[in-house]
T-cell receptor
Framework: DSGVTQTPKHLITATGQRVTLRCSPRSGDLSVYWYQQSLDQGLQFLIQYYNGEERAKGNILERFSAQQFPDLHSELNLSSLELGDSALYFC?????????????FGPGTRLTVL | EDQVTQSPEALRLQEGESSSLNCSYTVSGLRGLFWYRQDPGKGPEFLFTLYSAGEEKEKERLKATLTKKESFLHITAPKPEDSATYLCAVQASGGSQGNLIFGKGTKLSVKP
């Protein structure tokens, strides 16, 4: 158990809908990262928050957004969902925000868009 | 462009048959290289961090090494429970971000 929690574990929805994925980091970690894992692309970085502020952006679509709250939990919002958004979404956390620190991953949310 | 390439894509071993997994990387400046283990449907599990060429780390049957262009994960006398996908990732230096750039992984199967 990494100490990172994610809910829900599974999510099945229809095209065009909007969903919210939630992540709680390990106790003491200030950084939260979101990654998407699909069969053909592997693990792709989406976005990083550090202590409530956006720190870095990867290949995140404009239909996706995220935020980190004062209690450091984070939410990833996916809207206008398409079939291609079906994937595993992982949250990871680390102590620092600038790198050089191990990232610990949660169990993931499996999103299926029908 | 920062890139990580892992080989082979898949590896089948007999129990006790030692081997190595390769991770080649191209990055503007290396802040750290990370190895993770991932079981099907689960989140990646942290194994090692390597920071500079020549560095080595060990954990049970696993040993990770680092050169200026690649890293190896050596598996000595593997057991069936070592079957998993092994992921390599790099963190580039420069800037304030800490995101990881992952390779596509090596799927290891160890048969009894």
């Amino acid at each position: 158990d990494s100490g990172v929690t994610q809910t829900p574990k599974h999510l099945i929805t229809a095209t065009g809908q909007r969903v919210t994925l939630r992540c709680s980091p390990r106790s003491g970690d200030l950084s939260v990262y979101w990654y998407q894992q699909s069969l053909d692309q592997g693990l792709q970085f989406l976005i990083q928050y550090y202590n409530g502020e956006e720190r870095a952006k990867g290949n995140i679509l404009e239909r996706f957004s995220a935020q980190q709250f004062p209690d450091l939990h984070s939410e990833l919002n996916l809207s206008s969902l398409e079939l291609g958004d079906s994937a595993l979404y992982f949250c990871a956390s680390s102590v620092g925000g600038g790198g050089g620190h191990e990232q610990f991953f949660g169990p993931g949310t499996r999103l299926t868009v029908l | 462009e920062d890139q990580v390439t892992q080989s082979p894509e898949a590896l089948r071993l007999q129990e006790g048959e030692s081997s190595s997994l390769n991770c080649s990387y191209t990055v503007s400046g290396l802040r750290g290289l990370f190895w993770y283990r991932q079981d099907p449907g689960k989140g990646p599990e942290f194994l090692f961090t390597l920071y500079s060429a020549g560095e080595e780390k060990e954990k049970e049957r696993l040993k990770a090494t680092l050169t200026k262009k690649e890293s190896f994960l050596h598996i000595t006398a593997p057991k069936p429970e070592d079957s998993a996908t092994y992921l390599c990732a790099v963190q580039a230096s420069g800037g304030s971000q800490g995101n990881l750039i992952f390779g596509k992984g090596t799927k290891l199967s160890v048969k009894p």
